[in-house]
């Protein structure tokens, strides 16, 4: 299974951005897929999940109401719009996947390299 993360870059605070996850090699509609951040110097942290079917969500309180998880499968990929952005929410973002069909925080055992967002004030 690869996970190919992609669109992170600079916004300033109040913009918004757009990640893609694109997630190949196994059956799509198999994987739950959540999305995670690791700032500079601190842990990482889970954001929001999205179930097989896609009707299920979970958002971490930082960013409910302001961060979106969606998927197309029919585009094998899970996407996370990003609203209001905040300098504190400048990270690395990863997607993760797992077989669990589940979106409350549990071990992910396929990871994306990563995309980096940069907000500034």
């Known amino acids: 299974v690869q996970l190919q993360a992609s669109g992170g870059g600079s916004a300033s605070a109040g913009e918004s951005l757009t990640l893609s996850c694109v997630v190949s090699?196994?059956?799509?509609?198999?994987?739950?897929v959540g999305w995670f951040r690791q700032a500079p110097g601190k842990e990482r942290e889970m954001l929001a999940a999205?179930?097989?079917?896609?009707?299920?969500?979970w958002y971490a309180d930082a960013v409910k109401g302001r961060f979106t998880i969606s998927r197309d499968n029919a585009a094998i990929t899970v996407y996370l719009q990003m609203n209001s952005l905040k300098p504190e929410d400048t990270a690395v973002y990863y997607c993760?996947?797992?077989?669990?069909?589940?979106?409350?925080?549990?071990?992910?055992?396929?990871w994306g390299q990563g995309t980096l967002v940069t907000v500034s004030s």
């Open positions: 090699g196994r059956t799509f509609r198999d994987f739950s």
């Open positions: 993760a996947a797992t077989y669990r069909n589940t979106v409350t925080p549990t071990l992910y055992e396929f």
């Open positions: 999205i179930s097989r079917s896609g009707g299920g969500t």
